[in-house]
């Protein structure tokens, strides 16, 4: 997604809260299709290295929390799937 179309400084678009919602949800569908949270995950650093912090802060807020489930690994989980990190 050009970042154009979230951000663009010299004409005052600030629709990044809008895509709130749509990263949410992916992440919300990343829990039975990892493709879907690794997309969102991707585009999550791409506006963080790019746009300006104010514009992100309150997004971030809501959507890190969710990436925690992400982040867990359950020990019995991942010796009985030798899968679990491909």
């Known amino acids: 997604m050009p970042l154009a179309l979230l951000y663009?400084?010299?004409i005052g678009t600030d629709n990044v809260e809008l895509?709130?919602?749509v990263m949410l949800k992916a992440l919300e569908l990343?829990?039975?299709d990892n493709g879907i949270a690794m997309?969102?995950?991707k585009m999550l650093e791409q506006w963080f290295d790019k746009l300006?912090?104010?514009?992100t802060v309150?997004?971030?807020q809501e959507i890190l929390p969710q990436l925690s489930?992400?982040?867990n690994v359950d020990s019995d989980e991942k010796s009985s799937n030798?899968?679990?990190f491909h």
Do not use: S
Not at 52 to 55: A, D, G, I
């Open 8 to 10: 663009n400084k010299d």
């Open 19 to 21: 895509w709130k919602g």
């Open 30 to 32: 990343g829990h039975t």
């Open 39 to 41: 997309t969102c995950i």
């Open 52 to 55: 300006p912090p104010n514009t």
């Open 58 to 60: 309150k997004m971030y």
């Open 69 to 71: 489930d992400f982040l």
């Open 82 to 84: 030798p899968e679990y």
